[in-house]
């Protein structure tokens, strides 16, 4: 490797092996778009999409030269596209798009993006781009595109594309290093029908986690998130501090109490920890905990996954730092019914049969302002519903 090479030898096998031999190895599915300048929707069907670099945030695709839809994305006025990425419920798209030549959205629901190319109402995730780079890959086109911005939409499943066909990642080891137990996984199972039915009836995403070795894993989530950012992918581990996962904390008894108020840092501002004492307070009066505020509760939940991921003590620091900026934010607002607010997140207990506070179920807000009464509607159906649940674990484990 290292040098570019030219190929002198003859090859030892034809086309038609090579292609046999690339199917081996599988491939995410996303859908490239862009709008051209007479305001038609361009799309194309893309296998060989590639997360490229970090710093810059780069991305990259092959498509083949004589494909007449990466001409039109190419010749459509603009050097903005975007990065549909699908899910696993969504092959009709990728079918139609694949085989269309004009038209391709054509029935499928879909917006502008902040940039201007086409978002797919329910893919996996969008990324916003701008033409990088396109150079010449033998008789491909590798395209880069500089990342101005992305997001995740849905928390379904991808979907690949394998040996001609379509399937579905099977998470066999997505709960990094943890065990799971068996016992857990039967009761999350009675459990989901009531997220399920709290999903429909307050349209949003409803995510459940469960504490192990001090580690918050989210185990589920069902419904569709209402806010752009969503963060409750499944097998997602945070750390178990102050202010994530109060309800824990509230209810989980002494020790789990110690435990989180043991995770704050010793050079914490002694008013952060007085916020962190009046919040947990709260959690018990109220029996839940919320997070008022977009901006502190988002940055706090993608930053806590990255430095439970990376371990990295510089990364562990931002966490802190973060978390403190956030304290204010978790369980001390008392919401009043004529108000607005930004409302975030709310998280309920479901107790397993022992009286164990064995889940935290939590309804994910909408972007932007909602009343007070609604949130108050809010705290009271989740509520109810995580009651419900923790009686049906009571009487159909026994
Ligand atoms: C799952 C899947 C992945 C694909 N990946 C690529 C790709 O990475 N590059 C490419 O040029 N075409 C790819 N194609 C084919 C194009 O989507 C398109 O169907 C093909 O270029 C047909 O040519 P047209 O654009 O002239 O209609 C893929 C098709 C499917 C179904």
Known sequence: MGQFKEVTAVEQFDMYEFRRVMGTFPTGVVIITAMDASGQALAMTVGSFVSVSLEPPLIGFLPTKTSSSWAALRNSGTTKFGVNVLGNHQEDVCRAVAGRKTNKLDGFEWTLSEHGSPVLQDAVAFIDCDTHSISDAGDHDWVMGSVLDLYTMSTNLPLLFFRGGYGSFAPGSMAINTEISVEVLRQLDLVRPHMERLAADLVTEISLMTLVDGELINVAAVGIPQRRRSSSRVGIHVPFMPPIGGVFAAFGGPEAEELWFSRIHEDTDPEVRADFEAGLENVRRRGCAYGIGHAAGEAIELQAHGAYVSKDPEERKHLEAVVNDAAETFNIVDVERDQDYEFH??????????????????????????????????????????????QNLKFRSL
């Open 345 to 390: 997140s709310a998280t309920a207990p479901v107790f397993d049969r022992d009286g164990v506070c064995i889940f935290s179920m939590t309804a994910w807000g909408s972007d932007g302002l909602t009343s007070g009464g609604d949130v108050l509607a809010i705290l009271e159906r989740l509520k109810r519903t995580a009651d419900t649940a923790t």
